[in-house]
């Protein structure tokens, strides 16, 4: 399913896969939370707690994930402070939800303290 992130300033899409844990995300949409930022990684607040089912610490460039510890969602677009290389590291395991297409360069442009919204497409 298409699902829209939209800040202040910016709007993308993400396809979200089929797992459990995005199909009880998508059942909650919309959702209006607050950004936050980790190195190159956006992550919010969703406001409940999901399935940590099939929670990995391998996450790539583009990748959308639930991050059970922190009940939030996270867009990996580069290195992390957790990272050892270039490619994203998250902080604990995450559940990868779905994947965008959106340019590392328009994800800097988000800043931490933005209004997001995640509604269906």
């Known amino acids: 399913m298409k699902v ?12 979200f896969n089929d797992s459990l844990t995005a ?5 909650k949409l919309p959702i209006n939370s607050v950004v936050s930022t980790w190195g190159d990684e956006i992550y919010f607040d969703i406001g409940f707690k999901a399935s940590a089912e099939r929670a990995t610490m391998e996450v790539s460039v583009g990748d959308v994930a639930y991050w059970p510890q922190g009940k939030c969602l996270c867009i990996f677009f580069g290195p992390t402070p ?8 998250p902080a604990s395991p995450v559940v990868i ?25």
């Open 4 to 15: 829209v992130f939209k800040t202040e300033q910016n709007s993308f899409n993400v396809q």
């Open 23 to 27: 199909r009880e995300i998508l059942k």
């Open 82 to 89: 957790a990272s050892t290389s270039q490619e994203p590291l």
């Open 97 to 121: 939800v779905g994947k965008t297409e959106v340019s590392p360069r328009e994800l800097r442009d988000i800043q931490l303290g933005e209004k997001i919204t995640v509604e269906a497409a």
